[in-house]
C-alpha cells in the first residue's frame, strides 16, 4: 500500500475507531487495524497529536494533498473538520479546525510544531487564526439568524404538550461546524440593536429564550428591513421580558377567575343549554382586557371587536360590562315579549355598544359586532365600521380606532374572507389603519383535526402574505399572552399595519357543551380531562412566587361567584328588562323627501360638472362625454344615465351628504359611462370632477376601484353604512350576477341585520341586469333571489330605466329617514342610448315614480308590464310594428306598488289583460314572485305572462340564439292575445 493510501485510510476509517483523538488532538485510540496499517506500535503513537502521528510516517509530503482530497469528508471526534489549502504556487497549509484555538498550551504548541515541520512558517498559523475566528463568528451569526427565522418550531406553545416541539437541523450548532468545545468561546454579534460579546454557550441559551420558549415569533419573512430591525430589537431586547408588577399580576389573575366561574356558573345552572363555552381559553379575557387598556393608552377612543360564538357570553361579561343579569334572562327566555318587533337572534350572536373608563381613568368607546355564524365573514365587516369612524379624520389619526378581530383557527385557515380582509388592509380606500388578529387555536374545528383542515404548519401562515408580524404563544402562560399584546398594539401603532396574534388554547367541553367529543378525538379530549384549569396553574405559580396568597385568590373567587348568585336571583324575579340586550333599534317608517332640484342649481351643478381643467389632457372620447354636459345645462341635450347619476351625487355633496361609492371598475364605470375619474393622457394625473362641487357644508365623494373580490368588500361597505349613517353608501357589482359570490353578506348581514339585531343598513347595491347575449355569467343578476328575501319591508327592490329615475331613487335614498337597503337593477346596453335619457324638467319637478304609465288608448287589446330594458326595447319594437299594445313599467318591484299599479292599469278599458313580458326564464325573473302580487293588485284583470322556457341556465351564450329567443318574445307580446296566454293544467284560468 502506498504511502498515500496508508494516510486517506486513516482519515478515512477514523470514524470506525481505527485511530481516534481526544479534545486536545491527541491519539487515544489505536487498533490493530491501525498498527498494520501504519507499521507503527501503539506506543509509539497514543499521546500523541494526529499531526505528529503522520509526519512521522515516510513521504509525508503526501499528507498535505490526502487531507485535500478528504476536505469536509472526515470527522473527528466532536464533529470537529479538518481542511487543507494548498496554493497554485507555493506549498501552504490552512488547518480549519478548532485544535488550533485549543487553551491547552501544551496541545496547542504540538499542532503548531507540527504544521511549521511542513511549512516552516510560524506567521501562517496565526494568519490562520484569524482567518478561523471569523468562519466561526460567520457560523454563529448564521445560528442566530436561523433562530430567529425558525426558532418557533422548538416554542412551548401547545398547552397539553400533545404536538411537541419539532426538530431542525438548522436550530442545532453542530449544523455549522460548532461543538462542545466551542461553548466557551467567546463571539461578538449583533443582538438587539447592539453589539455584544458572549460566550456560545451564552448565545444559546439566550435564543432559546427568545424565540423557543412560550412565544414563537414568525419576522423574518418581512422584506422591510427597518420593520425587521424594530422587530428584532424589541423581541431581544431586556423591556419584553420585563417581569410584571405584582399589581398587573394580581390583575391578570383576577381576570382568569372571573372567567372560569363565569363558565363553571352557567355550566351548572343551564346545563342543557349552548353557549359555546370559553373554558380552555379563558386567557382570551385578560388578553382583550389588556388590549382594550394598553390601545386607550396610546391613544385610541374606538375600538370595534368582532368574533364568532365562541366565548363572546364571556366577553359580553367581562370586558363589556353587560350584567349578567340580563344574560341570564335571555337563557330563561324571560324577555322575549320585548322581541316583538323583531326575529332576534340567540344569545352567542348579540352585539353591544358600550364605554369604559379603563383603570387610569381614559374612556374609550366599544362596539361589539354582531354576527351569525357564518364565522370569519364579521372580520371585513369590523373594518367597515372602522373605517367609518375614522372618516374625516387625518389619515396619521386612524389609529385612534382600533379594530379587533378574534378568530377560530380551523376559520382562519379555511374560509378564503380571511385572506379577503387582508389585502384591502393595505388599500388606500380600505385600510383601517392596522388590524389586530387574535387567533384562539383551539387545534381543532368542531371534530376536525388540523391535518385534515389545512397544509399549512399554522393556521395563521395565510397572514404572512402581509408582510406583518405573526406571535404564536401559549395561552396557559397568561403573563406571556400579556407580553405579547403589547408588542402587537406597539407594531400597529408605530407602522399601522395588521397584526396576528395566535394564541394556542384548547376546547374543553368540546364544539357544543351537549357534545361528547371523546367519540372523535379521545386522545386529545383525555388530556384536555386531565388539564387542571388555567387559572389553578397561573394562582399556583404565584403563590410560588410569594405574589399572592391563597386567603387571597379564594376571597376573589368566592366574590366572582357572589355576584352571578345574585344577578341569577334578580334575573329570575324582576320583571320583563326594559331594553333589550342587542344595541340599535329599527327606524322609523320613514318620510317621502323631494328629491326635485331647482333648475339653476342643477345647470350650476352641470356647468361644473362638464369643466376640464385647462392644462389637463383628457382622452379625446371622455373629453367629448364631459363636455357634453354644458349643452345639457342650458337644455340642447337631454341628461344621459350617467349625468343623472352625477347629478343625484353632486347636488347631494351640496346638501352635506357625503357620498362613497366602491366596486370593480366603479370609477370609469364597466360599460364605460360614468368616467367619475378623469385620467390625463400624457401624465396619468387624475382629475375628479365631483371634488369641484362646493356649497356651505359640501359633503365628501369618494369612488374607489375595488379588488377583484365581492365578499369582503360587501361586507366591509355593510360595515361602513352601520357607522356612516348619513352617508350615500354604494356598492356595484361588475355584471349583476357577481353578487352571488357575495350571497353570504347578503342573506345574513344586509337584508336581516335590522330584524335580527335592530340593525339598520341604507346600503345600495347597483346591480347590471339584462340578457344581450353575453352568455351565462353576464346577464341576469337573479332579481328572483332578492325577491325572496324580501319581508316586512326589509328592502326595497328596483329595476331603475332612466336617468331621471336614478337621480331621484339615488337622492331619496339618501334624504329619507328610513334606512333600508336598496337592491337597484340597472341597465347596460342602454346606458348610452336615447331610451334611457331624461328631460331636465323632470329632474327639475319629477319625483321616483314606481310604476311609469303608458298612453291610454280606447283600441289596446292588452297592457304590456315589464321592468328595465325590456321595456325600451318593446317600446322600439312595438313602434316599428305600429301595434297599439300598451307597456307599463314597473320600476320598483318591492315594496310592490299595487295601488300606483291599480291606478295605472284602471286608465284602460275595465278587465284589459295585463301580460307580464320578462326576458329571463319562467323559473327565474320575477314572474313567480310577482303573480299573487298582480292578482292581488288587479283584481279581475286576465293575468298572463310571456318568458322564456324553464332553464337551469339563465342564459345562452350564443348571441344568434339569444336574439331568436328575444324575437319570440317581441312576437308573443305584441302578437295575438293567445300567443301569448299560458295555461296552467287544473286551474282554469291563465297565469
Same mark, same amino acid.
Given at each position: ?12 476509517? @477514523? ?5 481516534? &483523538? ?88 504540538? +499542532? ?22 471569523? @468562519? ?55 443582538? %438587539?440593536? /447592539? ?20 412565544? %414563537? ?37 383576577? !381576570? ?28 382570551? &379575557? ?12 396610546? %391613544? ?16 359580553? /361579561? ?64 369590523? @373594518? ?38 387582508? $389585502? ?14 387574535? &387567533? ?29 408580524? +405573526?406571535?404564536?404563544? $401559549? ?6 399572552? $400579556? ?12 407602522? =399601522? ?29 383525555? /388530556? ?197 349613517? !348619513? ?11 357577481? /353578487?352571488?359570490?357575495?350571497?353570504? &353578506? ?45 319581508? $316586512?319591508?326589509? +328592502? ?128 327565474? =325573473? ?12 288587479? %283584481? ?20 344568434? +340564439? ?30
Amino acid at each position: 500500500m502506498s504511502t498515500r493510501a496508508i494516510h486517506r485510510n486513516i482519515l478515512e476509517n @477514523m470514524r470506525d475507531g481505527v485511530m481516534s &483523538i481526544d479534545l486536545k488532538g491527541r491519539v487515544t485510540t489505536f487498533n490493530g487495524a491501525a498498527e498494520k496499517i501504519l507499521g507503527l506500535g501503539r506506543s509509539e503513537v497514543i499521546g500523541k497529536t494526529l499531526v505528529e502521528t503522520l509526519l512521522d510516517l515516510p513521504g509525508s509530503d503526501d499528507f498535505v494533498q490526502v487531507v485535500l482530497d478528504a476536505i469536509y469528508e472526515s470527522e473527528v471526534t466532536h464533529h470537529r473538520r479538518v481542511a487543507f489549502q494548498v496554493g497554485s504556487d507555493t506549498r501552504r497549509l490552512s488547518v480549519t479546525t478548532s485544535f488550533l484555538f485549543d487553551k491547552d498550551q501544551d496541545s496547542g504548541e504540538a +499542532i503548531r510544531a507540527g504544521v511549521v515541520a511542513v511549512f516552516g512558517d510560524v506567521t501562517e498559523v496565526e494568519r490562520l487564526r484569524d482567518e478561523l475566528r471569523a @468562519m466561526a463568528t460567520l457560523r454563529v451569526e448564521q445560528l442566530v439568524r436561523a433562530y430567529r427565522e425558525r426558532g418557533h418550531v422548538l416554542a412551548n406553545l401547545d398547552p397539553l404538550g400533545l404536538t411537541g416541539r419539532a426538530e431542525h437541523v438548522e436550530l442545532n450548532e453542530v449544523h455549522y461546524g460548532l461543538g462542545q468545545g466551542d461553548l466557551d468561546e467567546t463571539f461578538t454579534f449583533l443582538w %438587539g440593536g /447592539a453589539a455584544v460579546s458572549w460566550p456560545l454557550r451564552r448565545i444559546l441559551r439566550e435564543l432559546r429564550r427568545v424565540y423557543c420558549g412560550s412565544v %414563537g415569533i414568525q419576522y423574518m419573512h418581512i422584506d422591510d428591513l427597518e420593520i425587521q430591525a424594530w422587530l428584532r430589537e424589541r423581541l431581544e431586547g431586556p423591556a419584553f421580558e420585563t417581569p410584571v408588577p405584582r399589581e398587573e399580576q394580581m390583575h391578570i389573575l383576577r !381576570k382568569l377567575i372571573d372567567a372560569e366561574i363565569f363558565e363553571t356558573f352557567l355550566h351548572t345552572e343551564f346545563n342543557r343549554a349552548k353557549r359555546f363555552s370559553l373554558e380552555g381559553a379563558e386567557t382570551l &379575557i385578560p388578553l382583550l382586557d389588556q388590549a382594550i387598556e394598553k390601545a386607550a393608552d396610546q %391613544g385610541v377612543t374606538d375600538v370595534v371587536i368582532g368574533m364568532s360564538h365562541r366565548g363572546r357570553l364571556n366577553v359580553l /361579561a367581562n370586558i363589556l360590562g353587560v350584567s349578567a343579569e340580563q344574560l341570564f334572562r335571555r337563557f330563561e327566555q324571560l324577555d322575549a315579549g320585548n322581541d316583538a318587533d323583531s326575529d332576534g337572534d340567540v344569545r352567542f350572536h348579540l352585539g353591544v355598544e358600550m364605554d369604559r373608563e379603563t383603570r387610569v381613568g381614559r374612556h374609550v368607546h366599544i362596539s361589539l359586532c354582531f354576527n351569525p355564524s357564518h364565522l370569519e365573514f364579521v372580520g371585513p365587516v369590523v @373594518m367597515g365600521r372602522a373605517r367609518a369612524r375614522q372618516q374625516g379624520k387625518d389619515p396619521s389619526a386612524r389609529g385612534e380606532v382600533l379594530p379587533l378581530v378574534i378568530h377560530g383557527d380551523a376559520a382562519f385557515s379555511g374560509q378564503g374572507v380571511v385572506q379577503e380582509m387582508f $389585502n384591502l388592509s393595505r388599500l388606500d380606500g380600505y385600510t383601517a389603519g392596522g388590524t389586530v388578529h387574535v &387567533i384562539l387555536n383551539n387545534q381543532i374545528g368542531f371534530t376536525t383535526e388540523p391535518r385534515q383542515s389545512r397544509s399549512t404548519q399554522y393556521p395563521s401562515d395565510v397572514a404572512r402574505m402581509l408582510q406583518i408580524p +405573526i406571535f404564536h404563544v $401559549n395561552g396557559e402562560q397568561p403573563e406571556a399572552v $400579556n407580553r405579547v399584546m403589547r408588542l402587537a398594539l406597539d407594531f400597529r401603532k408605530t407602522w =399601522g399595519r395588521d397584526v396576528v396574534v395566535d394564541m394556542y388554547c384548547y376546547r374543553r367541553r368540546g364544539h357544543m357543551e351537549l357534545d361528547d367529543p371523546l367519540c372523535t378525538q379521545p386522545v386529545l379530549y383525555q /388530556a384536555i380531562q386531565e388539564q387542571p384549569p388555567i387559572r389553578n396553574a397561573y394562582k399556583d405559580n404565584l403563590l410560588k412566587l410569594g405574589k399572592v396568597s391563597a386567603d387571597e385568590a379564594d376571597a376573589i373567587a368566592q366574590e366572582s361567584r357572589r355576584v352571578l348568585e345574585a344577578e341569577l336571583e334578580d334575573a329570575k324575579s324582576t320583571a320583563l328588562a326594559e331594553k333589550p340586550l342587542d344595541a340599535g333599534g329599527l327606524t322609523t317608517s320613514g318620510n317621502q323627501p323631494d328629491t326635485a332640484v331647482p333648475r339653476e342649481r342643477l345647470a350650476e351643478c352641470l356647468s361644473r360638472l362638464g369643466v376640464i381643467p385647462e392644462d389637463f389632457n383628457a382622452h379625446p372620447k371622455v373629453a367629448a362625454i364631459i363636455r357634453r354636459r354644458q349643452s345639457m345645462a342650458n337644455g340642447r341635450q337631454k341628461i344621459d344615465w350617467a349625468t343623472g347619476e352625477a347629478l343625484a351625487y353632486a347636488t347631494l355633496l351640496c346638501d352635506g351628504v357625503s357620498i362613497r361609492l366602491s366596486g370593480q371598475d366603479s370609477e370609469r364605470g364597466t360599460f364605460a359611462h360614468r368616467h367619475a375619474v378623469l385620467h390625463d393622457a400624457k401624465t396619468g394625473a387624475r382629475h375628479v370632477p365631483l371634488s369641484t362641487i362646493s356649497g356651505t357644508d359640501t359633503g365628501t365623494f369618494s369612488v374607489q376601484n375595488s379588488p377583484l373580490t365581492e365578499t369582503a368588500v360587501l361586507a366591509f361597505e355593510f360595515g361602513y353604512t352601520i357607522e356612516a349613517d !348619513k352617508d350615500l353608501v354604494i356598492w356595484e357589482a361588475q355584471f349583476g350576477d357577481f /353578487a352571488n359570490v357575495a350571497q353570504v &353578506i347578503i342573506d345574513q348581514f344586509l337584508f336581516s341585520s335590522e330584524a335580527k339585531w335592530r340593525q339598520p343598513s341604507g346600503l345600495v347595491l347597483l346591480l347590471p341586469h339584462g340578457l344581450e347575449g353575453q352568455g351565462p355569467e353576464h346577464s341576469s343578476a337573479r332579481p328572483e333571489r332578492f325577491l325572496q328575501l324580501c319581508a $316586512n319591508g326589509n +328592502i326595497e327592490v328596483a329595476y331603475l330605466s332612466t336617468a331621471s329615475q336614478v337621480f331621484h331613487r339615488l337622492r331619496q335614498q339618501a334624504l329619507d329617514t328610513r334606512r333600508r337597503p336598496l337592491v337597484a337593477f340597472t341597465p347596460k346596453r342602454m346606458l348610452q342610448k336615447p331610451s334611457a335619457s331624461s328631460s331636465l324638467e323632470e329632474l327639475c319637478h319629477g319625483a321616483f315614480l314606481p310604476v311609469i304609465p303608458d298612453r291610454a288608448e280606447a283600441g289596446t287589446d292588452r297592457v304590456l308590464l315589464c321592468s328595465g330594458q325590456l321595456a325600451a326595447e318593446l317600446m322600439a319594437e312595438r313602434n316599428r310594428r305600429d301595434s297599439e299594445v300598451s307597456i307599463v313599467r314597473l320600476e320598483r318591484l318591492y315594496p310592490f306598488p299595487g295601488e300606483a299599479l291599480a291606478v295605472a292599469i284602471n286608465r284602460y278599458p275595465s278587465g284589459v289583460p295585463v301580460v307580464w313580458v320578462q326576458e329571463e326564464p319562467e323559473n327565474m =325573473g320575477a314572474w313567480r314572485w310577482l303573480q299573487p302580487q298582480l292578482r292581488s293588485a288587479l %283584481g279581475d284583470n286576465p293575468i298572463d305572462f310571456v318568458a322564456r322556457p324553464e332553464r337551469a341556465s339563465p342564459a345562452t351564450g350564443s348571441l344568434a +340564439i339569444h336574439q331568436r329567443e328575444q324575437d319570440m318574445i317581441f312576437d308573443q307580446a305584441l302578437g295575438a292575445r293567445a300567443e301569448a296566454t299560458v295555461l296552467y293544467p287544473g286551474t282554469g284560468e291563465t297565469g
